[in-house]
């Protein structure tokens, strides 16, 4: 009877883990350096839309 909550509490500390991995590999961590006069100086990203707003590239 006790190994069925501990196997669940492994599940779940197991997944815990590979979302926080998820998460912080995730689109939304990249930062750009660098100054922009247009879109077209911005980095293309993977799934991820660069523009240039006030100067500095931003996601958005």
Not at 3 to 16: A, D, N
Not at 33 to 41: N, Q, T, V
């Amino acid at each position: 009877m006790v190994q069925t909550p501990k196997l669940v509490y492994v599940i779940v500390l197991l997944l815990s883990i590979f979302l926080g991995m998820t998460i912080c590999n995730s689109s939304f961590s990249h930062f750009f350096e660098g100054a922009c006069k247009s879109d077209k100086d911005c980095p293309k990203l993977h799934r991820s839309n660069v523009r240039c707003r006030k100067g500095q590239c931003v996601q958005i």
